[in-house]
């Protein structure tokens, strides 16, 4: 009976001893991480990041000028709803957009968050015209009370590659002034739309 203790026990060691070095690792983190569930949560959801993203919450609309392609760009207005609440536990906001341009509709979606490993927020821009699909990083510049994203994009019409930025200037709880700029491999610069988004629901 001795032995069979002894084998058991020196089985048990065994095991301990061959758990990878990772594996170990990560049981530690994950005990500290329990231990400290508070101090982890406050490092991934930072209260005054996830503020500024329920700002978005709620409904709104606005009437925007855009400039369209051509040679040189063609001056229009377009109307735009965004849809937006929290979704996955309040981690992330989502919402769903209506733009109208003349007798043309379009509708989409955007998810934002916030990384709190890499310090910045993040915004996933997808339309049922366009399946490219648009991935930016954000930060908030607080001199502005204003949230700022800039992600790569590529022209399919002139193959142009640039950087499109996406400016979000709180104004009140209820008004978002927006802008959209297109920034080219040259340096220049053009602001493609520009308009308010007015709160008709929501907090």
């Keep these: ?21 990772a ?21 991934i959801r930072p209260e005054d990041k996830m503020e500024i993203l329920g700002r978005f919450v709620g409904t709104f609309e606005g009437t925007f000028n855009i400039l ?33 341009f003349r007798t043309n509709k379009t509708k989409g979606r955007v998810t934002m968050g916030y990384n709190g490993g890499k310090k910045h927020f993040y915004r996933i821009y997808l339309a049922d015209w366009d399946p490219r699909g648009t991935y930016s990083t954000g930060q ?32 009140d709880k209820d008004k978002i002034y927006y802008e959209q700029f297109y920034t080219f491999a040259d340096g ?3 602001r493609v739309m520009e308009g308010h988004y007015i709160r008709v629901s929501g907090k």
């Design 68 to 100: 369209m392609h051509g040679t040189p760009p063609v001056a229009a207005t377009m109307k735009d709803r965004l849809e937006t609440k929290w979704i996955l536990g309040d981690s992330f906001i989502d919402t769903e957009f209506t733009s109208e």
């Design 188 to 190: 220049s610069e053009v």
């Design 23 to 43: 594996a170990q690792q990560t049981v530690k983190e994950a005990e500290k991480d329990t231990a400290d569930k508070a101090a982890f949560s406050k490092l």
């Design 1 to 21: 009976m001795r032995r069979c203790r002894y084998t058991l026990a020196m089985i048990l060691v065994n095991i301990a001893f061959v758990l990878p070095l």
């Design 140 to 171: 908030y510049i607080r001199s502005r009370n204003a949230l700022v994203f800039k992600g790569p994009e590529d022209d399919p019409l002139t193959g142009d590659s640039f950087e499109k930025r996406d400016s979000f200037t709180f104004v």
